[in-house]
């Protein structure tokens, strides 16, 4: 079986003249550097919200005090379990007061504060991304 590499007769062999190559080539290069200007403002702005993410977090770090809105709110929030724990035990004026402390900490969207209790001789809970850290019983004023 022969294989003939040449055109068969009376059909043409596209051909292009430099002009519209020309063209084609630059109009490539132009969807090359848009889709290059894109990725990288994409890149940059990846960046940005990174930086704040980690200075969001970041105790040291005293510039970003409201969280990029990458931040889930579960950061802040206290969750309905921890909530119940926390309200346990005490006496309706306390549990309103504290509820009142959780709502305002959470308006702000504190990832650190404290809530201050007068029943049961006195006392505190420091919460810390909605899950109690630490507390004292006895004392009014948290401790630093």
Not at 14 to 41: H, K, P, S, T, W
Not at 54 to 60: E, L, N, Q, R
Not at 68 to 84: E, G, H, I, L, Q
Request: with cysteine.
């Amino acid at each position: 079986m022969a294989v003939s590499l040449s055109r068969p007769p009376g059909r043409q062999v596209f051909a292009m003249d430099a002009d519209a190559l020309y063209l084609i080539e630059a109009a490539g290069a132009l969807v090359a550097a848009v889709i290059a200007f894109l990725q990288n403002r994409q890149k940059r702005k990846a960046e940005n919200e990174t930086r704040q993410v980690i200075g969001f977090f970041d105790p040291g770090e005293e510039t970003v005090t409201v969280p990029p809105p990458s931040v889930p709110a579960r950061s802040w929030t206290m969750n309905d379990a921890t909530r119940r724990w926390v309200l346990s035990g005490h006496d309706p004026a306390s549990r309103a007061a504290l509820l009142r402390q959780i709502d305002e900490a959470e308006k702000k969207q504190q990832i650190h504060y404290f809530l201050t209790f007068g029943d049961r001789g006195g006392g505190y809970y420091e919460i810390e991304y909605g899950l109690v850290k630490t507390s004292g019983c006895g004392e009014e004023e948290p401790r630093p």
